[in-house]
Every structure is written in structure tokens, then in C-alpha cells.
């Protein structure tokens, strides 16, 4: 066994830092951009009062949380009453483990510092082992609040999670075909090349701008909406029918931390889209030079593409109704699973033909 | 050094979790503590150098039959289920009979099986594991997708939802 | 690098807990879960010898036997299910037809 490097474990400590602490944040900012987009969709003003254009809303919410009275339904089993929001938030935390968010490059001493917290073998199925634990949260808040309301929201969301998670992965497995590897910094580093249109016009080589992968971006992208349980998907909470779903019964910190798992679950899941299809940390037309600044404009460029698919989230919720339940589970059992076992077998013609 | 750390505390994560399945009376407790179980073993296959396997673990066994269970035990409302020890001879013997097994197994194990190291480490990634699939193995792996074409098949007749007539 | 051995006390350990919820228990889902500890218990002890002896082969049986039990569980709960509905109880004692 290799002795410990202690550079290793201080650099592994700020990369964790940094990641945890940018997942953390997420959830403000996105309050204020959920509650001023909505209104900005619904013709409305929005959260206007508490500091200029509202954005001090999110601190006023988080004071309101600290300082509400944490209330425990009876007859609720209490351990798993007040564990649940820890199962929904700690998937969310640690799939960005094996997401790369820039450029690598070397440091003064010779070290390469690579932005990824663990660049495992098997980067992707890691990421798919933790989305398929993020089911427990809401099944065991579902079960542990003792009402019957919770209990449905609970169940029906997690059937719809185990059922898209099958199209999610074989619309990711398309993805990796064309890198031909499970990490995900292979997955970058293969879309950062160029496509050669007719020998002058140079396409960035995204997964997204190749045909075949037009159908697995959509695939993986409504799997995803299903996934973090947002509209047109959220039977979880499913507002208008069943008070709040499963997390009817949850008050002051405990909501919060549910609430903040949806949202760093969005974030998690829109950095992952842009690594399987959007090319992950890659500048358009830009060769990054190994450097703390190409460093720098890498992470800058992850971000902005994470921001903007963000963005689509908040859109399509305040666009789009929500379908009924089974006609939900008919389209990921029938439509979406089908589509993507198919376009493997297309993306497997691509490959054979050298198109990709 | 951190290997051997790492390996008593899922180990014990492990043991003591199986105890609560089995010892519990509420089954869904039992369900959440066999997932806790399930991932403490998913750790142990990755320090057996089988990292795809440890992520197949959590996928199937954690992440999809765990959940089949809970969905069973919720929906049959299966908690309430008080369970009387009704024949406690029979109770007693199985405890029993059960420890002398595993005291006995961990014994001879202790004793006589002496392996030593390997000599260097071993790959087993997805590349490989899928070379030896679909090469030495494709005979069994035909069969076991037909295997769980006919448990689904099976498992809808059973529920009484396999015939649709209408 | 952590001895084969251990494992492989882990693993009988595991399997002998397994056991007891077999003998003991009369919820017929938590027999269930303690026959899927055992499953796991053995896949414990394939995968230390492949390690051992540098072998695909236990890999690919721990690969077939999770398959197998996936869809053992499936039918098994499906069974447990039908049982349930006629006899409004998951307790085995009660499921005594074929006894003598």
C-alpha cells in the first residue's frame, strides 16, 4: 500500500471544498431565479421587498427555516422521520464526486491538479449507483409521516424514479459508446475535438451536434426531469392533489433539507447533461491552453453551460401542465426505453461507419 | 493501513446491520438496514479491486430489488403484522443451531484455509468483464436474459394483471 | 492488501446471520431478505477467490447470480403477493396446506 501523499489528501480537501461549496449555493440562488423567472413567465412581479430586485428572499427563508417550530406528526416512526431527508440529500451531494468541471493543468511543482474529485474507472456508474439511492428519501418520508397522502406521493414518485432511471441510463449509455470509456474526463476529452464538415467547417465535436445523439439527449434529458421529481413530472409533491406529497408533514429545518436536495439534485443532474452532451468544460472553438487561466475559462464555460440548463429546468416547470400518472408511466415504459435501445444500436452503426 | 480501517468499519457496518434484519420485528427497518448492509458490501467488492461490480451491487441490489421490497412491504402495509413467538422451542433451536454453524464455519476457516496474497494487482474493469461476457460466456448470458424475460412474464401472471381482455 | 481470509470469515459470518433469519423468523419477507443476505454472502466469497486465483470467472458468476436473484425477487414477491391476497397474512405458519 502507497504511503499517503499529503499534497494529495490537501488537494482532494480543497477540490471537495470547492465542489460541496458551489452544490451549497445552488439553492439561494436558485430560489431567487425559481420565484423572479415564474414571475416573469406568469406576468407577475415577484419577491420584490427584501433587499433590491429581492434578492436578499433566500437569507429572509433561510431565517424562516432556522427559526419555525420543527413539529413531529404522531405516530411517525421517528428514527426514519427525521433520517429521510438525509437519504434525498446525500446522493445529490456525491454524484458531482465524478464530475469533471475544468481543464486540467499542471502546477508550479509539476503536479497535474485535475478538477474531479475522484476520477474513477467507473465514473458513470457510480453516478447511476447514487441517483438509484435517491428513491429512499422519498419512499422512507413517504411511509415514515403515518398519512396515507404521504404515502401515495411516496410510492407513485418512486416508480416513476425506478422507471426512468432504466431510459437515463441507456440514453447515457450512447453517450459513452462514442467515448468508449466509462470515465467521465474520457467522455470530455473525446468532445473536445473538432467535426470536419465537407473539409472546411469546423463543428465543435459535442455530443449534441451529431445526429445520433440528438434522440439521447432528449432521452436523458426528460429522464432527468423525472428524476429530481420536477414538473412535468413531480408526483412527489403534486401540489394541487395531494397537499404536498411527501413532504406534507415536514416543517421548518427538515423541509429545507428536502427542499435543498431538489435543487442541488437539478444542479448535479445539469452537470451531468453537459458532460455526456454538451461537451462538459469545453470553450467552442477555443483550445484551452493547459494554464490556471484556460483553467479558469474552462470552469467559467462548465458553469455558464450548468447555469443555462438550469434556467430550461425553471422554464419548462412554469410552462408545462402535469400529465397524468399513467399516461407518465406508459411514455417511459414505452416510448422513451424503446427510443433509446434503438438509438444504441444507431450510435453503434455511427461508430462502425466512422461518422462520429 | 487505511485499507485495513476501512475494511473493519464497513465490515462491522456490515454484520451489524444483517443482525438488524433479522432481529427486528418492523420489516421495513429490516428493508433500510439490508440496503445499509448491501452498500457496506458494495465497499468490501471495491477493495476486492472489482469496482464495477461494487456499482453493479448498489445499481441492482440496492438500487432496484431493494426498492421492488419496500413497495411490497408498503403496500401490503405489511408493518403491522405482530409476530407472537408462538413456538419457541423451534425458535431457540434455530438460534442455535444457526450460531454453532457460523462459529463452526469461522473456525475452520480460521484454521485451515491459509491463502496468500497475490502476487500483483488485479484489473477487473468493464472492458474486460465485458470482453469475457461476450466471448467465453455468451451461452449463459443468452440464457439469463431469457430467465428474466420469463420472471417478468411469470411475475405479471401471478399478480393477476397478465391477461389483458378487453 | 487485505488477506483473502478475512473475507472470506466476513462472508460465513454473513451467510450464518442469514441463516438464523431463515430458521427463525415467521414474516415471510424478512425470510426473504435473510435468503438475499446469504446470496450476497456468497457473492462475497466468489469474488475473494477470483482475486486470489486472478480469475475472470468469479466476477462473471457474481454477474449471473445477481441477475438470478433479481428476478428470483421479483417472482418471489409476486408469489408473496398472491398469498397475501388470499389469506390476508404474510405469516408462513399459516401457509400450511401442503403440511402433513
Known sequence: ?356 | ?166 | MIPTQWFLILSAILFAIGVCGVLTRKNGITIFMAIELMVNAVNLTFLAYARQFHQLHGLIFVFFVMAIAAAEAAVGLAIFISLFHHRETIDVDEANLMRW
Open chain 2, 1 to 166: 493501513m487505511i485499507e485495513y480501517a476501512v475494511f473493519f468499519f464497513f465490515a462491522a457496518i456490515a454484520v451489524i446491520f444483517a443482525l438488524v434484519v433479522i432481529l427486528h420485528r418492523n420489516p421495513v427497518v429490516g428493508a433500510l438496514s439490508l440496503v445499509a448492509s448491501f452498500f457496506a458490501l458494495a465497499v468490501m467488492y471495491v477493495l476486492l479491486d472489482a469496482p464495477f461490480l461494487a456499482a453493479l451491487q448498489v445499481i441492482v441490489y440496492a438500487g432496484a430489488i431493494m426498492v421492488l421490497f419496500l413497495f411490497v412491504i408498503m403496500l401490503l402495509n405489511l408493518q403491522k403484522q405482530a409476530e407472537e413467538p408462538t413456538r419457541p422451542v423451534q425458535q431457540f433451536v434455530g438460534y442455535a443451531g444457526s450460531a454453532a454453524f457460523g462459529i463452526a464455519l469461522v473456525y475452520y476457516l480460521s484454521k485451515y484455509v491459509v491463502l496468500e496474497l497475490p502476487a500483483s494487482p488485479f484489473v477487473a474493469d468493464a472492458r474486460t468483464v465485458g470482453v469475457a461476457l461476450f466471448e467465453s460466456y455468451i451461452f449463459p448470458f443468452e440464457m439469463v436474459s431469457i430467465l428474466l424475460l420469463a420472471a417478468i412474464v411469470g411475475a405479471l401472471v401471478l399478480s393477476g394483471r397478465g391477461v389483458q381482455t378487453s
Open chain 1, 1 to 356: 500500500m502507497a504511503e499517503i501523499d499529503k499534497v494529495d489528501v490537501a488537494l482532494s480537501i480543497l477540490k471537495i471544498a470547492i465542489v460541496v461549496g458551489a452544490l451549497l449555493n445552488v439553492t439561494p440562488i436558485m430560489v431567487w431565479v425559481e420565484r423572479r423567472g415564474s414571475a416573469l413567465i406568469q406576468d407577475r412581479v415577484g419577491p420584490n421587498r427584501v433587499g433590491p430586485f429581492g434578492l436578499f428572499q433566500s437569507l429572509a427563508d433561510a431565517a424562516k427555516f432556522f427559526l419555525k417550530e420543527d413539529i413531529v406528526p404522531l405516530g411517525a416512526h421517528k428514527w426514519l422521520y427525521s433520517l429521510a431527508p438525509m437519504f434525498g440529500l446525500i446522493p445529490a451531494l456525491t454524484t458531482i464526486a465524478v464530475v469533471p468541471w475544468g481543464r486540467p493543468f499542471p502546477l508550479r511543482s509539476g503536479r497535474i491538479f485535475e478538477p474531479i474529485v475522484a476520477d474513477v474507472n467507473v465514473g458513470i456508474l457510480l453516478i447511476f449507483a447514487l441517483a438509484s439511492l435517491s428513491v429512499y428519501g422519498i419512499v422512507t418520508a413517504g411511509w415514515a409521516s403515518n398519512n396515507k397522502y404521504s404515502l401515495f406521493g411516496g410510492i407513485r414518485s418512486s416508480a416513476q424514479m425506478i422507471s426512468y432511471e432504466l431510459a437515463m441510463t441507456l440514453a447515457a449509455i450512447s453517450a459513452l459508446m462514442v467515448a468508449g470509456s466509462l470515465r467521465l474526463t474520457d467522455v470530455v476529452w473525446k468532445q473536445t475535438g473538432y467535426f470536419v464538415l465537407f473539409d472546411t467547417i469546423k463543428i465543435p465535436a459535442w455530443n449534441i451536434l451529431s445526429p445520433a445523439m440528438w434522440i439521447p439527449c432528449i432521452v436523458f434529458t426528460v429522464a432527468a426531469f423525472a428524476e429530481t421529481n420536477r414538473l412535468p413530472f413531480d408526483f412527489a409533491e403534486a401540489e394541487a392533489e395531494l397537499v404536498a406529497g411527501y413532504h406534507t408533514e415536514y416543517s421548518s429545518m427538515k423541509f429545507a433539507l428536502f427542499f435543498m436536495s431538489e435543487y442541488i439534485a437539478m444542479a448535479t443532474v445539469s452537470a451531468l447533461i453537459t458532460t455526456l452532451f454538451l461537451g462538459g468544460w469545453d470553450i467552442p472553438w477555443y483550445n484551452e491552453p493547459a494554464t490556471f487561466l484556460g483553467f479558469l475559462l474552462s470552469a467559467a464555460a462548465f458553469t455558464i453551460k450548468v447555469g443555462i440548463l438550469m434556467l430550461i429546468f425553471v422554464w419548462v416547470r412554469w410552462t408545462i401542465p402535469r400529465l397524468k400518472y399513467d399516461i407518465l408511466m406508459r411514455v417511459g415504459w414505452k416510448v422513451f426505453l424503446p427510443l433509446a435501445v434503438i438509438n444504441i444500436l444507431l450510435v453503434a452503426l455511427f461508430i462502425a461507419k466512422e461518422w462520429i
